[in-house]
């Protein structure tokens, strides 16, 4: 395996990366994505194209492909062996098997989102990422994270330097003032039928 500039890419490149996809394949996890995205769509309108930042096997794409049939969907993933399995969920787009640090820009989508990604990545590396968002969105940007008004890391899986928490969407628009906040919302992981992991999202457009 090829080395990459943080330690972030290398531990979801390497076996971590590789495991993590056993622990994320689920019926119930399908479900509760259906109910967490259709929130989210139905505030959006004419969504032609999309583009997930970190996309791991694809189960967001795969529900929207259903709620957007006609969408073509793209993805980005560091991960070789969640790629394989990913094909299956992408809709007439492409898959960028590469990190995202390392994503060239080629044309915008509709709509670009991030879930439970921008929290894994290097901090010192998010104000790149959210240059990456902006310009590869031609209408709406999605960020679906663990939420904390100021800068936090926290333990992930017993290790240090994996996890953190902030306010990545208020940063993004702070950074990006002409983006306007469309609705947020909250998931909870005590929902009694569609649990999350205590993500946050906010829907912005530009």
Known sequence: MRNYKTQQENFWAGEFGDEYISRNMSPELLASNFAFFSKIINCTSQISSILEFGANIGLNLEVLKVLLPNAESSAIEINKKATEILKNNINKGRIYQQSILEFTVDYQRDFVFTKGVLIHLNPD???????????????????????NPSPVSIQYRGQEGYLFKRDFAGELMNKYPSLQLINYGFA???????????IT?????K
């Open 125 to 147: 590396e998010l104000d790149k990422v959210y240059q990456l968002l902006f310009d590869s969105s031609r209408k709406y940007i999605c960020i679906a994270e663990y939420y």
């Open 188 to 198: 909870y992981h005590r929902d009694n039928n569609f649990h999350q992991d205590d």
């Open 201 to 205: 999202w906010f829907l912005m457009s």
